[in-house]
């Protein structure tokens, strides 16, 4: 059934119903049908029954499924940019402290975040068939990457070495995302996961001293 327009919305349902929710929640909502089942399962009506309105609500905030879909993952983008400016800005003189507070950053996705995680491997998923999407997610990806790049050259002054190992890291990251978000996974796999990377991406990557 195509979504009803605006226009088509009884004007009392609106006038009952709109400002009893804001666009934040049918946007919480959203973000939480996807994390619970996929992008699959962001219905309008299904959104409705679990915020205990009906649709009339909807249509006040949002002319169809395509903006909401829009706006989830536009709130989605943001937030992360957001995060790389932040771990920008507390940036130290320690360029070795701040590579591995990268690292916990990387991964929080995959503990107290881990809501985070499986809504961006639903996106991911929907970006192997949507266009839009895809450019959306490569913002993202190569945003995160720059700063992989840039803390990598902090340390090493060798921009094709950082480059290499940003890629690496980062390609490492959403492995450990995939390995994590199944059902069942040790719940210590987080802190070996971060324990490799750091011996193999990062420390063994220092110069010895003994050859200098």
Not at 165 to 184: E, N
């Amino acid at each position: 059934m195509a979504p009803t327009p605006k226009s088509a919305v009884p004007a009392t349902a609106v006038a009952k119903e709109g400002p009893r929710l804001k666009r934040e929640d049918w946007l919480q909502a959203a973000f939480n049908a996807v994390v619970d089942g996929g992008v699959d399962k962001l219905k309008i009506l299904t959104l409705a029954e679990t915020l205990g309105v009906t649709r009339g609500s909807f249509y006040w905030h949002f002319a169809d499924h395509a903006e909401l879909l829009q706006a989830t993952l536009q709130g989605w983008k943001d937030q992360e940019i957001q995060r790389l400016l932040r771990i920008q800005a507390q940036q130290t003189q320690d360029p070795l402290a701040d590579l591995h507070m990268l690292l916990d950053e990387a991964l929080a996705h995959s503990g107290d975040e881990l809501e985070n995680m499986r809504f961006e491997l639903a996106v991911r998923g929907l970006g192997r068939r949507d266009a839009p999407v895809a450019a959306l997610l490569a913002e993202v990806d190569q945003a995160r990457t720059q700063l992989f790049v840039n803390q990598f050259k902090r340390l090493f002054q060798d921009a094709q070495k950082a480059t290499d190992l940003a890629a690496l890291f980062y390609l490492t990251i959403v492995g450990c995302f995939q390995a994590l978000s199944r059902p069942g996974s040790p719940a210590r796999s987080k802190d070996y996961f971060k324990s490799i990377i750091s011996t193999f991406l990062i420390q063994a990557q220092l110069p010895n001293p003994a050859t200098h």
